[in-house]
Every structure is written in C-alpha cells, then in structure tokens.
C-alpha cells in the first residue's frame, strides 16, 4: 500500500518518470511524454481523485505544468497550465520530489515535506479544499501506521 500511495502522489505530482534532477531532463520529459504509457496507470480505487485537474508550479525551477486524470486514468499531461484547473500543487524543487521518491518511508517524508510548506497543495474551489483536507488527514493518520 506504501508503494501504491507513493505512486500516486508521484503521478498526481506529475513527475512519475522522471529519474534525475535536472529541469533539462524535465522540459525534454515534456516534449516525449507518452500518453499511452501514462494511459495504463489506474488511480486505485480508495483514492478520491477521479476526475481532477492538477497545475503543478515548481518554484525554484520556474517550471509549470498540468496533469488531467478522467475516470481514474490519466489522459493528459501538459508542460503548461490549464485554465480549467481543480487543484493547484507547489512544490518548492525537483529535488524534494527526488528525496520522497528515494526515502523509506516515503508517506512520513511527504507529510513533513507538506507541514514544512516544501510542497503545499490547494483546491481551486471549497469543495475541492474540503476534499483536500479530508485527504491530508487520511494520509496523515495511515503514516502513523508504517
């Protein structure tokens, strides 16, 4: 389950295939990505993000992009924002993605890096900030757990 949660929060992050650092490596992922690799992953079935928007900021890096998720599939990933967004993600750098993807207990990294402000996401409206919230506590609680 840690890996399945990490995985997601990878993909909704939008960097999944991403391995190194390097904002080069970033903006070439952009221009290769494969819809159809990113077609076969499923959000599992106990998260509630079906039918989401994400715009992603990395602020250090001054790099923006967008990730649709339909019917739990994603179908579109942009290196570009999208006007039509639901939730907005801010992550301060690619290398606080690196540590989460590397670190062993990857779920207690990612709420540090949350309460720490290194990555901060928010709804664009206040049902998407409720659900938001429910999330965070979710994934709060089941890091005590691991």
């Given at each position: ?5 990490l995985?997601?929060m990878i993909?909704i ?6 391995s190194?650092v390097?904002?080069?490596?970033v903006?070439?992922?952009?221009q ?12 599992p ?29 994603i ?6 924002e999208?006007?039509d ?28 890096k ?9 709804g ?7 659900k ?11 890091s005590?757990f691991?």
């Amino acid at each position: 389950m840690k890996r399945m949660i990490l995985s997601l929060m990878i993909f909704i992050l939008g960097f999944n295939l991403v391995s190194s650092v390097s904002i080069q490596d970033v903006e070439l992922f952009c221009q290769q990505v494969d819809l159809e690799q990113l077609g076969d992953f499923e959000i599992p079935s106990f998260v509630p993000y079906k039918n989401e928007i994400f715009n992603f900021y990395l602020l250090e890096e001054n790099f923006n992009g967008s990730l649709i998720i339909e019917e739990g599939k994603i179908i579109s990933m942009k290196c570009e924002e999208n006007k039509d967004n639901t939730y907005y993600v801010y992550i301060n750098n690619l290398v606080t993605l690196e540590e989460i993807s590397k670190a062993e207990n990857s779920l207690g990294l990612y709420n540090e890096k949350v309460k720490n402000k290194e990555i901060e996401i928010k709804g664009a409206t206040l049902g998407k900030k409720i659900k938001l919230t429910f999330t965070k506590i979710i994934l709060k609680i089941v890091s005590w757990f691991r």
